[in-house]
């Protein structure tokens, strides 16, 4: 069993910075399969940042040059680097492991860009 806990997430002005992570426990092999998704109110969720096969990022077109991934495999921790944010990037972001054909959530946390 896989169990993900986000925290980090909380309110910011336009233009300002915020760094999530993602704890994990339990059968935890890697950071690289692990990644970061979002969900806005009325929007389906969406990938916001992850690995490829090969290692490297991958991110939504949204978030280039703006949003990075990394992680730290002693810590069992993901993270997610977000600067220069918008109100467009609000949503509850989510943390994501992939276990074989199991994909185990964790329970989200709210980032709120506004004044």
């Known amino acids: 069993q896989v169990q993900l806990v986000e925290s980090g997430g909380g309110l910011v002005h336009p233009g300002g910075s915020l760094r999530l992570s993602c704890a994990a426990s339990g059968n935890f092999f890697s950071i690289y399969a692990m990644g970061w998704y979002r969900q806005a109110p009325g929007k389906p969720r969406e990938l916001v940042a992850g690995?490829?096969?090969?290692?490297?990022?991958i991110y939504a077109d949204s978030v280039k040059g703006r949003f990075t991934i990394s992680g730290n495999n002693a810590k069992k921790t993901a993270y997610l680097q977000m600067n220069s944010l918008n109100p467009e990037d609000t949503a509850v972001y989510y943390c994501?492991?992939?276990?074989?054909?199991?994909?185990?959530w964790g329970q989200g946390t709210q980032v709120t860009v506004a004044t």
């Open positions: 690995f490829a096969r090969d290692g490297s990022a």
């Open positions: 994501k492991m992939t276990w074989g054909e199991i994909n185990y």
